[in-house]
């Protein structure tokens, strides 16, 4: 069960003036693990999350979780670099929501484009017949 989830360190840049972008940007985002430490009867998942926008930008997010479970956590960490299936699962969900969530906050600070695809409208085609 996740405790607490928290952002330590925010960076973020615009490498590209506003007037020089492109129309089309490719928006890479990656979460990694970069460490699990043991607190009391909790685990404290240390993560980095960082959204690419192409040759515009960068935003980095880097953050800590607070995992209340067993050992088992820490012993896979050790072992493999991984956390346990079924952990993983939840953690990265929640680092993931609340890093893109962030990350749209500061895109638009920043003057880059959202980090998640926009709904378009389309016109609803008209009905001919009966009905």
């Known amino acids: 069960m996740i405790k607490d989830l928290e952002i330590t360190t925010i960076e973020g840049r615009r490498f590209a003036p506003i007037d020089n972008r492109p129309q089309e940007v490719r928006i890479d985002q990656n979460l990694t693990i970069v460490d699990v430490r043991r607190e009391n009867?909790?685990?404290?998942?240390?993560?980095?999350?960082?959204?690419?926008f192409s040759t515009l930008g960068t935003i980095s997010l880097e953050g800590s979780l607070l995992y209340q479970g067993g050992e088992e956590i820490e012993v896979k960490w050790k072992k493999d670099k991984s956390l346990p299936e079924t952990v993983a699962n939840e953690v990265q969900t929640a680092i993931f929501s609340s890093s893109v969530i962030e990350s749209i906050l500061i895109a638009r600070d920043l003057r880059l484009p959202p980090p998640i695809p926009m709904p378009t409208l389309q016109k609803k085609k008209d009905v001919i017949g009966f009905g």
């Not at 909790?42 to 690419?52: A, H, N, V």
């Open 41 to 52: 009867d909790s685990s404290r998942i240390i993560y980095k999350f960082t959204s690419s």
